[in-house]
């Protein structure tokens, strides 16, 4: 399985927190960093965070304080914890890996921020 699989989207309230989880048992240990883009309609897909191989983290500041990209070795798999959501968070959320000259997309997962 080559392409990251992402679950955990869904109808959340404002104010409210959503886990995403990436499963990418096949390219995690190929890319040098894993990343969240996100891409609401009409607008262009943007990098929400990202965590290289060494572990370090970044963020869109939309989102720095609210969101949180872990990752777990042992299950491969890669998190996004989202907190204190908003209505402009609405949007698809995909999981990439980046191995440079080659990109990893999954299919990507439905975040709706709502009352």
């Known amino acids: 399985q080559v392409q990251p699989v992402e679950s955990g989207g869904g109808l959340v309230q404002p104010g409210g927190s959503l886990r995403l989880s990436c499963a990418a048992s096949?390219?995690?240990?190929?890319?040098?960093?894993m990343a969240w883009y996100r891409q609401a309609p009409g607008n262009k897909r943007e990098l929400v965070a990202r965590i290289s191989r060494e572990g370090a983290t970044d963020y869109a500041d939309s989102v720095k304080g609210r969101f949180t990209i872990s990752r777990d070795i042992v299950e491969r798999t890669v998190y996004l914890q989202m907190d204190s959501l908003k209505p402009e968070d609405t949007a698809v959320y995909y999981c990439?890996?980046?191995?440079?000259?080659?990109?990893?997309w999954g299919q990507g997962t439905q975040v709706t921020v709502s009352s």
């Open positions: 990439n890996g980046d191995r440079g000259a080659t990109m990893y």
């Open positions: 096949g390219i995690f240990f190929n890319v040098r960093s």
